[in-house]
């Protein structure tokens, strides 16, 4: 983890010596603040330096990229902006209106920091005029209806589907590789990291699958997080500061603590030398042991329900969480409080994907009841 978080800073750092001064000040103040997480700080970066390679192959400024003075900014018009989407379209190939919009949004974001926050020497803003401002962004977020049928298939709708999912990476698994055509190398791999690593995977897959976590906040807790008198954890949720209560189910509290009883063996490490709740195992030439990365998580994921039928992503077993949790309980504004969503809006697509199921199982009933009934 600690690796992964220095070759993610040494990648910021790159990036900022090769644009102007004015962005390492927003990254600085973004950092300063915590008011934004090192990946999403990487990616607005790759964001600005494609939008200043725009600016100088365009010869809106002959120079390198770290000299685009802000006097450039100051002059472009609406049309500029336009030409700048499709220049991203057509020479950059992003087809996807989501991410010019996301390329956009990001440099609202500067925009904004440089016309609004940062001051220059005699108090007045670094940019004097901010085009950006009057750049709308169209279409940055389906309705939750449209996001309610993107999911249909893509989760489990019933509580019984998410055990028999778990029944399968607890006792299924092992025997369908054994079935299975793959070469016998491969088998016997993917049996010995099963072997390893199967009361841990079912801790993390019982855990998203009973709680809504997302993946990042699954992998980033420690072993101190767990609360075992309220059955919860303690995460910080995105767009916070302090951490949060996230309560989880019974099947997951068995589960973490079928893990927690062999993880220290297992992975031959203590809780004082690695804090972390879910490690990996150990590799590299000193076999350090260390916390499981959220790349790792995602891939195991894939693994199972791949194997599974499914091919699922971490992202759907939380949301299969959330569309079993409103099926059970309808109530939007606890549900939206459990995965720490800030607009009750995103939440309910999971009402709208349930209620949906439930007309299909009417309709399929009526349909039932037109049939003569059988001895």
């Given at each position: 983890?600690?690796?992964?978080?220095?070759?993610?800073?040494?990648?910021?750092?790159?990036?900022?010596?090769?644009?102007?001064?004015?962005?390492?000040?927003?990254?600085?103040?973004?950092?300063?603040?915590?008011?934004?997480?090192?990946?999403?700080?990487?990616?607005?970066?790759?964001?600005?330096?494609?939008?200043?390679s725009f600016l100088t192959e365009e010869g809106y400024y002959q120079g390198e990229l770290r000299d685009v003075p802000l006097?450039?900014?100051?002059?472009?018009?609406?049309?500029?902006?336009?030409?700048?989407?499709?220049?991203?379209?057509?020479?950059?190939?992003?087809?996807?209106?989501?991410?010019?919009?996301?390329?956009?949004?990001?440099?609202?974001?500067?925009?904004?920091?440089?016309?609004?926050?940062?001051?220059?020497?005699?108090?007045?803003?670094?940019?004097?005029?901010?085009?950006?401002?009057?750049?709308?962004?169209?279409?940055?977020?389906?309705?939750?209806?449209?996001?309610?049928?993107?999911?249909?298939?893509?989760?489990?709708?019933?509580?019984?589907?998410?055990?028999?999912?778990?029944?399968?990476?607890?006792?299924?698994?092992?025997?369908?590789?054994?079935?299975?055509?793959?070469?016998?190398?491969?088998?016997?791999?993917?049996?010995?990291?099963?072997?390893?690593?199967?009361?841990?995977?079912?801790?993390?897959?019982?855990?998203?699958?009973?709680?809504?976590?997302?993946?990042?906040?699954?992998?980033?807790?420690?072993?101190?997080?767990?609360?075992?008198?309220?059955?919860?954890?303690?995460?910080?949720?995105?767009?916070?500061?302090?951490?949060?209560?996230?309560?989880?189910?019974?099947?997951?509290?068995?589960?973490?603590?079928?893990?927690?009883?062999?993880?220290?063996?297992?992975?031959?490490?203590?809780?004082?030398?690695?804090?972390?709740?879910?490690?990996?195992?150990?590799?590299?030439?000193?076999?350090?042991?260390?916390?499981?990365?959220?790349?790792?998580?995602?891939?195991?994921?894939?693994?199972?329900?791949?194997?599974?039928?499914?091919?699922?992503?971490?992202?759907?077993?939380?949301?299969?969480?959330?569309?079993?949790?409103?099926?059970?309980?309808?109530?939007?504004?606890?549900?939206?409080?459990?995965?720490?969503?800030?607009?009750?809006?995103?939440?309910?697509?999971?009402?709208?994907?349930?209620?949906?199921?439930?007309?299909?199982?009417?309709?399929?009933?009526?349909?039932?009841?037109?049939?003569?009934?059988?001895?």
């Amino acid at each position: 983890m600690k690796n992964e978080q220095q070759q993610l800073f040494a990648l910021i750092e790159e990036k900022v010596h090769r644009l102007p001064y004015y962005v390492g000040q927003y990254v600085e103040y973004k950092e300063a603040g915590d008011r934004a997480k090192p990946n999403t700080l990487l990616s607005y970066l790759y964001d600005y330096e494609r939008f200043f390679s725009f600016l100088t192959e365009e010869g809106y400024y002959q120079g390198e990229l770290r000299d685009v003075p802000l006097t450039v900014l100051e002059t472009l018009k609406r049309e500029d902006i336009d030409k700048y989407l499709l220049f991203l379209k057509k020479y950059s190939n992003i087809k996807k209106r989501t991410s010019r919009n996301r390329m956009l949004s990001s440099l609202k974001s500067l925009f904004h920091y440089l016309s609004q926050i940062e001051e220059d020497d005699d108090g007045f803003p670094l940019l004097k005029r901010n085009i950006m401002a009057k750049i709308e962004i169209k279409g940055t977020k389906p309705s939750p209806q449209a996001q309610a049928d993107a999911l249909k298939g893509r989760v489990f709708t019933s509580r019984q589907e998410i055990q028999d999912f778990l029944d399968f990476v607890a006792l299924g698994y092992a025997k369908t590789i054994k079935d299975s055509h793959e070469r016998e190398p491969v088998k016997k791999r993917l049996l010995h990291y099963y072997s390893l690593n199967m009361e841990r995977d079912l801790a993390i897959l019982s855990l998203i699958l009973g709680s809504g976590l997302r993946i990042y906040e699954t992998v980033s807790l420690d072993v101190s997080d767990i609360d075992w008198k309220e059955r919860a954890v303690r995460v910080v949720r995105k767009g916070k500061e302090d951490k949060t209560l996230v309560h989880f189910s019974e099947s997951a509290l068995a589960q973490l603590e079928s893990y927690l009883a062999i993880r220290d063996d297992r992975y031959h490490i203590t809780r004082k030398q690695e804090p972390a709740l879910f490690v990996s195992l150990p590799t590299g030439p000193n076999k350090q042991v260390g916390r499981l990365t959220k790349r790792a998580a995602q891939e195991m994921i894939g693994k199972y329900t791949k194997w599974y039928g499914r091919s699922l992503s971490a992202h759907n077993l939380r949301h299969s969480f959330a569309t079993v949790h409103w099926a059970e309980n309808q109530d939007v504004f606890g549900l939206q409080s459990q995965l720490g969503h800030s607009n009750p809006q995103t939440t309910q697509r999971y009402a709208l994907i349930f209620n949906d199921t439930l007309r299909e199982m009417i309709d399929k009933m009526d349909k039932n009841d037109d049939e003569p009934p059988s001895d």
